[in-house]
DNA sequence: ATAAATTCTTGACGAAGTTAATTAAATCTC
DNA sequence: GAGATTTAATTAACTTCGTCAAGAATTTAT
């Protein structure tokens, strides 16, 4: 009997998405299982499950041993197949860009950079035509239909445009169809920050957190909040400025123009200039700063501690106002969390009103190939259109 | 033909929700504006208006003249008959119960109060019956069957519980079923800070945004967030805190046990501590130092406006992170916001983040019977079951 | 008058998901 | 160890909701 090609995954109603969904951030599940988390009914998940099954995006698991005691026929559970389609996940830096390909759980398969030379809009497209090209040559290129792409600023993911990135100097730059004609591929657009939190909240700690927030700490101060379940877009695009969250009144201005920021206090360049002042050196450079700082220097500790308590204090006043499940804050570049850590979650606990501070607090290393794969995350998203716009 | 007597509010699918709502909140439109609007087709807006209309919610007005210049059938607007229900709300603070009857626009047709002389749950549930038959005395009692209630404090609106109401000193009272078996109306509990948004989010400056702020500024300070039309709840409960956001590093210590809290500058009592402070008349008045402020007691203007500058940095705050269309900013108690205001927009001018400053501020006074109207307006929102919960 | 434009209504149709009955595969009980 | 019990999965009939396409209604334009 000869078989056509398998469709593309075939999500086609509400319930086959739902489902799909749910095998692919929950793991393996029975198909009941699928049914109770989701409201459907069990006939519901047989149907919706069956297409994916053939396609090949999804696998029945032999039923392995008792997952309940007593007695009952024993679960065939569901598990996605993860290498039936992968992902191009590429972020643009105002300096190179980071590429990854990943498999449907967002898994890093393969990775590569890319120096860029100029920001002008034809090189940047042709560059990361070619890293994309590079990226899957193998068997990947077979079975990689998307690819996602991360910039930091104002970005449109709806219609594919780039309002505005400061790093780069573009404002309203068509980047997707420019892409999409240059590779062939579906793409989709989003800020660098949104597309971490879509990893997080389909991938990480948000998987099972109705609303979670994520924050970047580095050369800026960032986030991206998700509330019920949906991105926080903000009406004029701007939306998760934490950075941009006045905590010291009367602080140290920022180049935002308010004063007392977040990042005035807290971004790599503020506590550098600390760093110096504190210690009268001018050409004190930021990997010294760290290493005597963990090397016991008193003052430099406490310009570290400094900064994390002025991290603490935003983080406070975005749960107050939101209340999520969870927060992950996660630092960029040298890693230098571990100087942060302890006093971002001392001021928390101060700052943090009432119930709200049971919010749980996950504070970690931001690998910087983490922000290809966000890129990637939001391309495995973008399989669900229907869902998501 | 003998006509069995029309159904209550006929919201029986999505559609039916979705085409009430939007002739509710945004006034008589045409079918086919309906449809436009709401993305529906119009043989759904037809079908799913009849039964509003056979039951008496809604009516055709006559085709008025030309709406749009050309040829073609004129429109026959659909409109809602806001007098075919009446709504109970009712605020309850320590010291008295506000209560209003409002129609189906939310607009007041009756109140009253009714002050408290115990926070004994049965007394307050007593005096809360006794309000209701009050208000519901003639031809309004016919046509009420839902009553809302707003308490501030930890509120849990799908199980009718008040898990802990600071004021009252209450902690797990299932107020709604109490209030329920009292009055025989279907009773809807809310936060009041939230029941105030609600209001504003269907029948004020929220109508039409997809996201926007409340914020309350008098006795205490709160707001409540609508994102994606949906309430922000918090997933502790906690939400809205904007009086517990930290805006002046090392400022004044607030009753939550942190420092430099909105509320710890901008609260009336706080407000009034400093105006003492700064005056060394111990025995000052608030509404002798308003009078002075207006009259124009240098001093005693700054009192304000330093109370302004913090509501302002809160605003940022909110702003910078969620990025709402429109925020409301509503003043309690003596109508003081005419002595913030400047400060506020100025404060807030400064600190918001790029197009964040975008959104439209709106400050007004807060009439104490407001609080009661939010409540109403929960009850209104509790036809929709299904769409709210 | 006739044509064109626009609104509204109607009935057939189709998609999606539910309920209820059935089959399947295990454990439990006597 | 045979039948009862329990849980999982499938199947088929049915319900519900909303779309589509065609047409009726009511206006302006020519």
Redo the contacts between chains.
């Keep these: 009997m000869p078989r056509s090609a398998p469709a593309r995954a075939p999500i086609t109603s509400p319930a086959a998405a739902t489902v799909f969904t749910t095998v692919l951030t929950e793991g393996p599940v029975s198909r009941v299982d699928v049914a109770r988390r989701t409201g459907l009914s069990s006939a519901a998940v047989t149907k919706a499950a069956r297409p994916f099954i053939e396609a090949g995006y999804l696998e029945e698991l032999a039923s392995e041993g008792r997952t309940a005691p007593g007695a009952g026929r024993p679960a065939n559970p569901l598990a996605i197949r993860p290498d039936r389609e992968y992902f191009v996940g590429v972020k643009i830096t105002g300096d190179d860009l980071i590429g990854v390909v990943t498999d449907l759980r967002a898994d890093v398969r393969a990775s590569a950079h890319h120096a860029l030379t100029s920001h002008g809009v034809e090189h940047v497209v042709q560059a990361l035509a070619d890293l994309v090209g590079e990226l899957l040559s193998g068997h990947l290129r077979e079975r990689a239909y998307c690819l996602g792409v991360a910039v930091s600023g ?1 970005v449109d993911r709806a219609s594919g445009v780039v309002r505005y990135s400061p790093f780069l100097g573009w404002r309203d730059v068509p980047l997707a169809s420019l892409l999409e004609d240059a590779t062939g591929l579906t793409v989709t657009l989003e800020n660098d920050v949104k597309a971490l939190a879509v990893a997080e909240q389909w991938f990480g700690e948000g998987v099972g ?3 979670f927030a994520l924050v970047t700490v580095g050369t800026g101060i960032g ?1 991206a ?1 998700v ?2 379940g ?1 991105l ?11 950075g ?8 140290p201005s920022c180049h ?6 977040v990042e005035a206090i807290a971004s790599t360049e503020a506590i550098l200039t600390h760093a110096r002042q504190v210690t009268g050196e001018p050409g004190l450079s930021m990997d010294d700063a760290v290493t005597r700082a963990r090397g016991g220097d008193e003052p430099l500790r406490e310009v570290f501690a400094a900064a994390g ?2 991290i603490g ?1 935003g983080l ?3 749960v ?6 969870r927060v992950v804050v996660s630092g960029e570049g040298v890693a230098t969390y571990d100087l942060f850590e302890d006093q971002i979650r001392r001021t928390f606990a ?2 943090a ?4 501070a ?2 749980g607090l996950v504070i970690r290393p931001l690998p910087f190939e983490e922000w290809a794969r966000g890129a990637a995350a939001v391309a495995v998203q973008s399989l669900f259109v229907s869902d998501t716009v």
């Design positions: 104002d957190a109705s609303s986030s909040l509330v019920n949906d926080v877009r903000g009406a004029h695009g701007v939306a998760g400025e934490i941009h969250v006045p905590v010291a009144d009367g602080g935002c123009g308010g004063r007392g920021c308590h002025a204090l406070a006043a975005l107050n106002l939101f209340g999520p499940e101060v700052q009103f009432g119930s709200a049971r919010c």
